[in-house]
Nanobody, 121 residues
Framework: QAHLVESGGGLVQPGGSLRLSCAISGLPWDYSTIAWFRQAPGKEREGVSC???????YYADFAKGRFTVFRGSAKNAVYLQMNNLQPEDTAVYSC???????????????WGQGTQVTVSS
């Protein structure tokens, strides 16, 4: 059975950092893409970043230079390192599994429950 479980969210002050983890089980690793999305209250879900099996990466403009996506050494985890967080980054962050490429939600058919990230002083 497919499972994606996010962890690592929390409350952080502006300028702080968090590392989110996405633990993946029951899904093939090869030829897959793992993406991070976020959804703030009252807003639509938006793509943050994605990484392919061959570790190609892609970032939304707001994430470039601040966020880094990478795969763990074991083929069952993906991480999102977020630096210089700002209040506008407050959202529920979810990881998703798919076989396409990009940050369109339609490309992903397995999703985690999400982890809350709150940036506030």
């Amino acid at each position: 059975q497919a499972h994606l479980v996010e962890s690592g969210g929390g409350l952080v002050q502006p300028g702080g950092s968090l590392r989110l983890s996405c633990a993946i089980s029951g899904l093939p690793w090869d030829y897959s893409t793992i993406a991070w999305f976020r959804q703030a209250p009252g807003k639509e879900r938006e793509g943050v970043s994605c990484i392919s099996t061959n570790v190609s990466t892609y970032y939304a403009d707001f994430a470039k230079g601040r966020f880094t996506v990478f795969r763990g050494s074991a083929k069952n985890a993906v991480y999102l390192q977020m630096n210089n967080l700002q209040p506008e980054d407050t959202a529920v962050y979810s990881c998703a599994w798919g076989t396409g490429w990009g940050l369109e939600t339609r490309l992903y058919n397995h999703w985690g429950q999400g982890t809350q990230v709150t940036v506030s002083s």
